[in-house]
């Protein structure tokens, strides 16, 4: 079947932002990366469209760029499916337009699969995917690696093009981060294996370089190496990487290794250096790179020729991926036509130190640690802030689960039927709030849904409003839409992104056990959409400063406590495990509600109506809390 195309039964949409083009380059950076993607892929499962973000975007030169041969629709963006204007792109959208997948790195993995299972012939662009399929798939809320990818250097990338020559600003301290990263010592699952024929080799090297080029991995000398100022050029690495890409075997290691490399500490061995930007395998990393490293080199070439030497390793990358397959020939039918660097002044390959530093290490032995919650609470308790919760609406109020149909219930599933008894509790909790506060025609949004045991519950319970379950998991999110399908239920939206990248106005945003930060993420999201909100947090040990969040959050307590003594309470609101001492539990609990008190205050403070209740039963969590808040 090799080289046929399955049609798949679903139509699939993809959709991509325009805003302009200059020089062969189409804004934002984004879309230029997927059309890279598709070019790359040979993927012709998704009907592109070319969405217009300006009033009156010159699309004239667009057909030289696209030389898709007019498969690319050109469409504004109230033609968008109602799923997708609620999203940032790029988004992929599956007819019937319930199921939206939004934001790069998403639609990325998921072009990708989607060529695989087309045609599973294609193993090479899974493995676009990486080891264990992870690349990129951490999102950017959580992962800094993912956040630079996908949005700051292209950003920064697309401000520093924008701007005309002469007047262009410093170089982007993203870059420079980059190439630093890219300098920093290799890990790979087998690792270990390839440092010690890495030894080898460079002791062979050392003996002498008649012996150094007795083909230690049984490549011929200088046969595949354009560039022979490459410093890299006859590295074990790039051996392993390229034969990977052409299909080979790896080297073989029949040669059992002498004792010395054999018995080598781990320590001792050396390490590896980048091929490419994940590492030694070409990867969905390097094809969103290409483009914005691509228009960067450009402009510094062009402009900045002085600035290159900063670039040494951006600059061999960039040598290196148009040696891939395929690469130059995807790259030149999307209007990216690789140029020639000028070859660098020898620089030294010198290693960056990489900071690796130990947080925890430190607070461990932070006496202030050491004593407890106590004094903290005291401390709060001499301004007046005490444990205390708001009474719950209505302690009794349950779903009459079993008259429910089955797949509204927690119960489906692989779930054991205690946890199931204690998810119903907690639902009982949640959809009692919200029921109480919905109104016909309300939007509603379940962050971080998982499975959807929240959102399915409400959607059957509200059908008169909408109900949208946002979630970055796609296995959790195909779960939930497949349970909703057998409700049948109609006011249901599924969307397969970061937080962020849900752009819709809401009334009432909910969210059942959102980790550490993501319930203040959470929070932010409704407040700025002025909803109501409906939080359960935990994992309050993850607490800690992002790049939108300090701690304490609220006025009142930040006069009160240090970011040291709310860190206490965050690392023991986490202790209400059920098999700890009553004792601890019970601490456990009041920093939890200490905790959630200054979010309550932080909310007020931006003209919100806030109450901390416990839940009911207790039992139900150790992370029973729920924060409710409404705007005034
Ligand atoms: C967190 O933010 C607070 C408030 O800006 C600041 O005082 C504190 O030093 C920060 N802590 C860390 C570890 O960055």
Known sequence: MKGIIKKSLTEEYLYLDFSHQTEGCIFPLHTSVALFLLSYCDCKIFKVCLVLTGENTDVSLLKNVLSQDGEVQIIPRQELPPIVQNCRLPAAVERPDNFCRAGLAVVLRHMIQKTYEADPSRKEILELLGFKKTCLKACAEVSQWTRLC??????????????????????????????????????????????????????????????????????????????????????????????KLRAQEEPATANREPARIRKAKASDLPPLEHVFAE???????????????????????????????????????????????????????????????????????????????????????????????????????????????????????????????????????????????????????????????AKPGDKIVDFCSGGGHVGIVLAHMLPLCQVTLIENKELSLIRAKKRSDELGLSNIWFIQANMEYFTGMFNIGVALHACGVATDMVIEHCIEARASFVSCPCCYGFIQNTSKFNFPKSEQFKKTLSYKEHMILCRFADQTAVQLPPQRRLIGKQCMCLVDLDRARAAEERGYSVQVISMEPESCSPKNNMIVGVPI
């Open 150 to 243: 996908e949005l700051t250097i292209p950003l920064a990338i697309e401000n520093f093009l924008s701007k005309p020559s002469g007047q262009r600003p410093p170089i982007p301290a993203e870059i420079l981060q980059l190439e630093k990263k890219f300098g920093e010592p290799v890990r790979v699952h087998n690792d270990d294996k390839l440092r010690r024929q890495k030894l080898k080799q460079q002791k062979a090297a050392r003996a002498g370089p008649s012996l150094a080029k007795d083909k230690p991995n049984g490549r011929v000398h200088g046969q595949e190496t354009p560039d022979e100022l490459d410093p890299w050029a006859e590295s074990l690495e790039l051996t392993v990487a390229f034969s």
């Open 279 to 437: 590492g030694l395998y070409f990867t969905l990393t390097d094809i969103v790179l290409l483009p914005c490293i691509h228009h960067f080199l450009l402009i510094i070439c062009k402009e900045l020729t002085e600035k290159l030497v900063e670039f040494p390793l951006l600059a061999t990358w960039y040598r290196r991926i148009q040696e891939v397959p395929r690469v130059r020939t995807a790259a030149s039918q999307c209007g990216i036509h690789f140029f020639h660097l000028p070859e660098l002044v020898a620089t030294s390959n010198e290693q960056h130190p990489s900071f690796s530093e130990a947080p925890g290490v430190e607070e461990q032995n932070d006496p202030s640690f050491i004593g407890g919650p106590r004094p903290t609470m005291t401390k709060l308790m001499e301004k007046g802030i005490e444990v205390m919760f708001s009474p719950h609406p209505c302690p009794t109020w349950t779903l009459d689960w079993d008259s429910l149909p089955a797949a509204v219930s927690p119960k489906e599933g692989k779930m054991s039927s205690d946890r199931a008894l204690r998810k119903q509790q907690q639902l009982n909790n949640l959809v009692y709030v919200v029921t109480s506060q």
